[in-house]
T-cell receptor, first 112, second 111 residues
């Protein structure tokens, strides 16, 4: 069965520090991979996606993610975090073109 | 460009009352449509998805139901709400082999 694991429930970083959010998936083939961000009381906004090709993908708001097939991972990174990045982050896997599986999310707190 | 609407934005309902949440999509045709529920501090739970008019797949057995009366309209309903139905309800759309786009959500509180 397909699954997505975000091992970090909550992460706290200082403003200006680097950030890495972890995501591992379980799927027999290479899935479509996504990272979404959710501010409190809002819907989810797509940060970036990986379908094929270059395994390092760039997204909005200065985020990037790297697909590592050997580790079944798709970790999200940002070199310098801003206070406005505080939010909930979800990793997701798309399979069969229609179905999506989400991780349980990582809550990011940014301290000044 | 495509947009997705959900209403109402917030809703407070007594236990045992009916529910109807609506989601509409503009700017695309024959989208896949999804209903998710997000409990406080939790991830997304897929409730229903639809690949076409009148085609509904249920992921979790419960007292909720979904309907798709028109191509770009997706409705979540209940005949009698339970306390456990409280949460944040998100509608999303996609086209095959692409990402999902989410609506702004509906905050439902059942008292």
């Amino acid at each position: 069965a397909q699954s997505v694991t975000q091992p970090d429930i909550h992460i706290t970083v200082s403003e200006g520090a680097s950030l890495e959010l972890r995501c591992n998936y379980s799927y027999g083939a290479t899935p479509y991979l996504f990272w979404y961000v959710q501010s409190p009381g809002q819907g989810l906004q797509l940060l970036l996606k990986y379908f094929s090709g270059d395994t390092l993908v760039q997204g909005i708001k200065g985020f990037e993610a790297e697909f590592k097939r050997s580790q079944s991972s798709f970790n999200l990174r940002k070199p310098s975090v801003h206070w406005s990045d505080a939010a909930e982050y979800f990793c997701a896997v798309g399979v069969t073109g229609n179905q999506f599986y989400f991780g349980t999310g990582t809550s990011l707190t940014v301290i000044p | 460009s495509q947009t997705i609407h959900q209403w109402p934005a917030t809703l407070v309902q007594p236990v045992g009352s009916p529910l109807s949440l609506e989601c509409t999509v503009e700017g695309t045709s024959n989208p896949n449509l999804y209903w998710y529920r997000q409990a406080a501090g939790r991830g997304l739970q897929l409730l229903f998805y639809s690949v076409g008019i009148g085609q509904i797949s249920s992921e979790v057995p419960q007292n909720l139901s979904a309907s798709r009366p028109q191509d770009r309209q997706f409705i979540l309903s209940s005949k009698k709400l339970l306390l456990s139905d409280s949460g944040f309800y998100l509608c999303a759309w996609s086209v095959p082999h692409n990402e999902q786009f989410f609506g702004p959500g509906t905050r439902l509180t059942v008292l």
